[in-house]
T-cell receptor, first 112, second 116 residues
Framework: KAGVTQTPRYLIKTRGQQVTLSCSPISGHRSVSWYQQTPGQGLQFLFEYFSETQRNKGNFPGRFSGRQFSNSRSEMNVSTLELGDSALYLC???????????FGQGTRLTVV | GNSVTQMEGPVTLSEEAFLTINCTYTATGYPSLFWYVQYPGEGLQLLLKATKADDKGSNKGFEATYRKETTSFHLEKGSVQVSDSAVYFC???????????????FGTGTQLKVEL
């Protein structure tokens, strides 16, 4: 069974640009969550999507948005990038029966 | 709000030493508790979990017991190996009635270094 796949693995963007990250969950999983990991703030929850609907949202500005498609794949978008957005962005998927979240390897975003 | 507190790292141990990483939580209600491990350059891997009081999660020689009275979920291993060197995260979440239930609140992580 394939795991959670995040693309791309690495990104370098310029301040002010926007970026889109992609996450393909484990087959059959309908819940996809996104987290930001930085040395200073640790792991912070961004949002969760379940069956194409945002179910939970963390405390991030509106520049951070996401969506989920009918095949459960999810994208996360960050507009008007700031230097502080440099981080490892992790995606996690979960099924309906188990509550464990399975994480992808992450996308390392560097804003210069 | 919900929060998780972990002991500060790094923790440096010799191979075959006993490991304890302390984790306490603050939450309204009774969350599920997890330990995740992160190896360099990787995402998070679920190590073990416990969903109710007095449950013991175990995997790969690691154990943790859900203690409601002390709101703790300390991670232990009897004999660590060099390959256990990683960052360990304690986390909690609440089950969602519609399934999934994925808003994890993490501790700050504890780096473990195991030396020969």
């Amino acid at each position: 069974k394939a795991g959670v796949t995040q693309t791309p693995r690495y990104l370098i963007k310029t301040r002010g640009q926007q970026v889109t990250l992609s996450c393909s969950p484990i087959s059959g999983h309908r819940s996809v969550s996104w987290y930001q990991q930085t040395p200073g703030q640790g792991l912070q929850f961004l949002f969760e999507y379940f069956s194409e609907t945002q179910r939970n949202k963390g405390n991030f500005p509106g520049r951070f948005s996401g969506r989920q498609f009918s095949n459960s794949r999810s994208e996360m978008n960050v507009s008007t990038l700031e230097l502080g957005d440099s981080a490892l962005y992790l995606c996690a998927s979960a099924g309906e029966v188990n509550t464990e979240a399975f994480f992808g390897q992450g996308t390392r975003l560097t804003v210069v | 709000g919900n929060s998780v507190t972990q002991m500060e790292g790094p923790v440096t141990l010799s191979e075959e030493a006993f490991l304890t990483i302390n984790c306490t939580y603050t939450a309204t209600g009774y969350p599920s508790l997890f330990w995740y491990v992160q190896y360099p350059g990787e995402g998070l891997q679920l190590l073990l979990k416990a969903t109710k009081a007095d449950d013991k999660g175990s995997n790969k020689g690691f154990e943790a017991t859900y203690r409601k009275e002390t709101t703790s979920f300390h991670l232990e291993k009897g004999s660590v190996q060099v390959s256990d060197s990683a960052v360990y995260f304690c986390a909690l979440s609440f089950l969602s009635s519609s399934g999934g239930g994925n808003k994890l609140t993490f501790g700050t992580g504890t780096q473990l270094k195991v030396e020969l």
